[in-house]
Nanobody
C-alpha cells in the first residue's frame, strides 16, 4: 500500500524555521512527483512546492513562495520542506502527496491522489 508519512511539525516562534519530512514507501513506480501542501484553519488546502522523482525538477506555487525550499534525499526516499521566517499565517496542517507518472509540470495540484495524514505547524509567540 502506498504510504507517505509527514513529520517535523510542531510549535515555533515567529521568525523561526522548520524542516518537514515526507517519508515515501510503496509507490510502486519510479516516476512520480511529490508535492507539499498546507491547510490553514478555515482555509482551503493549497499547494506549495513539488519535486519530480526522475530528474528532480522543482516548482513552487505562485503563492505562497519565497520562504519555502523543497529538497529530497533519494537514498532515504524522503522529501523535505524547509520553511524559514515563519509567521502566524503559516500555521496549519502540512501534507505531502504523490502523483504517479511522467508529466511536464508537477504544479497541477488537483492531480495528486496519494496523501499523507499531515503534520501540524503552529506559529505563535
Amino acid at each position: 500500500q502506498e504510504q507517505l508519512v509527514e513529520s517535523g511539525g510542531g510549535f515555533v516562534q515567529p521568525g523561526g524555521s522548520l524542516k518537514l519530512s515526507c517519508a515515501i514507501s510503496n509507490l510502486n513506480s519510479d516516476a512520480y512527483a511529490i508535492g507539499w501542501f498546507r491547510q490553514a484553519p478555515g482555509r482551503e488546502r493549497e499547494g506549495i512546492a513539488c519535486i519530480t522523482s526522475r530528474d528532480g525538477y522543482i516548482a513552487y506555487a505562485q503563492s505562497p513562495k519565497g520562504r519555502f525550499t523543497i529538497s529530497r534525499d533519494t537514498a532515504k526516499s524522503t522529501v523535505y520542506l524547509q520553511i524559514d521566517n515563519l509567521d502566524s499565517e503559516d500555521t496549519g496542517v502540512y501534507y505531502c502527496a504523490a502523483r504517479l507518472g511522467v508529466f511536464a509540470a508537477c504544479v497541477l495540484w488537483s492531480e495528486y491522489n496519494y496523501w499523507g495524514k499531515g503534520t501540524s505547524v503552529t506559529v505563535s509567540s
